[in-house]
């Protein structure tokens, strides 16, 4: 203990008055003598901060120092004590706050991470990386952009050590780049990671969607650096228009690139895209890469699948054929120089784009209200006009891929593609034929060989006709135009007449229509001697006249019986 009453063990000494420099304070609050005075300290106002010294049990550190006494004699415990118990009030205000502080950060952070999952599902995560740069963010169309910008960018320099050079694309090389398979794998990297997809600390790398044709890559450095007397080719297949059907090219041996360095610098872009990779090469002498047979036998396997009849329909009353030269152009054979044989696929991406292109033109149709002629107690008595449900193609992807199978696996059944229909709807007229002006309707007289045109009970004109022969006799019955030509090659068992004008078919084959060529069978109203194979034998002008007034639908009745002979 010093001299001064505290332990010497490092704990702060209480502090001195501001107001008396030199002053201490003793226990109770008094001031301690200094120079010879002694003074009453002034801090016993209750609003102002009084000092306090207690005995403090040692523990911790100082557990043990200074005395042996266990009792209250250790050391001392100095407290500051506010007015009111300011200090704690404080305390516990700055908790609060705090803790309000820590929420809200919380909340933001939350907030954040679902907006991100919001941002970032369709477009590629954080992390993604395509070669050496990232892509997050980028959309679908963007990441196109990218990918074929990239694949621009590829190149390979290929030299040999005859100081001969080229910078190769990948496509001269007979590298073939799927660039939706390559967006798709962008768009679905980091997907297995779930919450943590957008995690940017977490990377992954995505490489080019590629196939390689070893033929085509061989063929490009052999024309590139092999004289052409020297090259080595392999046998090919190739689509001819004018045969339409694949047919065969033969190779032969000779000198040619080993593509070993080749095939490794294309390996090195299609993990980087966008790079320039060096790739030295060598020669050798090889033999014929693919021999005539094997090319025989691709070739016939890609005759047999164009052979095939892909017929797709819309569900309703429309269907398309693919016709086989577009077939043939979704072939796409691989050769595989190493192994000597060409392999034959179809080019899915090709045939998708087809299809999104064509199906729409070839099956959607609109829909057409279904016209109905009704007598008084609404019974249908003919349809003018035939209703047709509206026809949309839709998700056309899926049927691609039905396409894809049937050419796989060889079948010829109909494929029904995706549609929505709209069914159409019916509108009826109910017709009157018995009050005055009505609806229009004709009577075929065989017994007086003429026709009537009414409309309702009016009587409008009257025209001299001549019906069907005794073999081939006009039928009686209750019938409607059902469909006219203003021309028509018309043709039976033992008949053509060419260029028959202003025909309106009522039954079957029976009709009216203009028969120049039978004036005098008009005139005399004989169907006996200069009758029809059964239509009603009309002048052209009458015949016009049928055809341009009485619309689809109108009602014709045949009645009477077939004359002996003239009947004028």
């Known amino acids: 203990m010093s001299d001064n009453g505290y332990f010497d063990s490092g704990i702060p000494k209480p502090p001195v008055s501001r107001g008396s420099q030199g002053q201490k304070f003793n226990v109770d609050g008094n001031v301690s003598p200094v120079n010879g005075e002694t003074r009453r ?78 941002y970032f599902s369709d477009k590629a995560a954080p992390g993604v990386m395509f070669g050496s740069r990232s892509v997050a963010g980028q959309s679908a169309a963007q990441l196109t952009q990218t990918v074929k910008s990239a694949v621009s960018d590829s190149k390979v320099e290929v030299a040999d050590n005859a100081e001969q050079d080229t910078k190769a694309t990948l496509k001269e090389l007979g590298v073939k780049v799927d660039v939706k ?44 650096f092999v004289k052409e007397g020297e090259r080595a080719k392999a046998s090919t297949i190739a689509y001819d228009k004018t045969s339409q059907k694949f047919t065969v090219t033969a190779g032969k041996e000779g000198k040619a690139p080993k593509l070993d360095t080749v095939k490794s610098a294309v390996a090195k872009i299609v993990a980087n895209p966008g790079t320039t990779v060096s790739a030295p090469i060598s020669y050798g002498s090889v033999p014929m890469p693919i021999s005539e047979e094997a090319a025989q036998e691709a070739a016939d396997t ?8 892909v017929t797709i329909n819309n569900g309703d009353s429309k269907s398309f054929t693919i016709p086989a030269d577009v077939v043939a152009g979704w072939v796409d054979s691989s050769s595989d120089v190493a192994k000597g044989t060409i392999t034959i696929q179809y080019d899915s991406e090709a045939m998708s784009t087809y299809l999104e292109s064509t199906l729409p033109k070839q099956l959607d149709q609109d829909a057409v209200a279904q016209q109905d002629i009704k007598n008084a107690q609404g019974t249908v008595l003919t349809v003018t006009t035939k209703g047709v449900n509206g026809v949309k193609v839709t998700n056309i992807a899926t049927t691609a891929q039905k396409v894809l199978d049937a050419l796989n696996n060889g079948s010829t059944e109909s494929i029904a593609a995706q549609t929505t229909v709209v069914k159409y709807k019916t509108e009826s007229h109910v017709a009157d034929y018995t009050k005055a002006n009505g609806d229009m309707w004709i009577e075929v007289d065989r017994s007086k060989q003429t026709v009537t045109v009414y409309k309702g009970s009016t009587k409008v004109k009257s025209f001299n006709v001549c019906t069907g022969k005794d073999s081939t006799q006009t039928d009686n019955g209750t019938f409607y135009v059902n469909i006219k030509y203003q021309t028509q090659d018309m043709r039976g068992t033992d008949y053509l007449t060419k260029g028959v004008k202003w025909i309106s078919y009522f039954n079957g084959g029976e009709g009216f229509h203009a028969a120049p060529w039978n004036t005098v069978g008009i005139a005399t109203g004989d169907p006996v001697t200069h009758g029809s194979h059964g239509c009603v034998n009309m002048l052209t002008a009458d015949a016009q006249w049928i055809y341009q007034n009485a619309g689809v639908g109108t009602m014709v009745k045949v009645i009477g019986t077939q004359p002996t002979g003239a009947v004028r």
Do not use: C, W
Request: hydrophobic share 40%.
């Open 41 to 118: 300290g002034d801090y016993s106002n209750d609003t102002q901060s009084t000092m306090q010294f207690s005995p403090l049990r040692p523990s911790g550190q100082f557990a043990g120092r200074g005395t042996e006494d266990s009792g209250d004699s250790g050391l001392g415990q100095f407290e500051v004590q506010h007015g009111d118990g300011m200090a704690k009030r404080h305390g516990h205000v700055g908790l609060i706050v705090t803790l309000v502080m820590l929420l809200v950060l919380v909340a933001a952070a939350v907030g954040g991470f679902f907006a991100a999952q919001s």
């Open 181 to 224: 398979a390559t967006v798709n794998a962008l768009l679905q990297a980091k997907s297995s990671a779930g919450a943590l997809r957008i995690n940017p600390f977490q990377r992954q790398q995505v490489s080019l969607v590629t196939s390689t044709d070893d033929s085509a890559m061989s063929d490009y450095l052999t024309s590139t």
């Open 302 to 309: 890609a005759n047999q699948r164009i052979a095939q009849s």
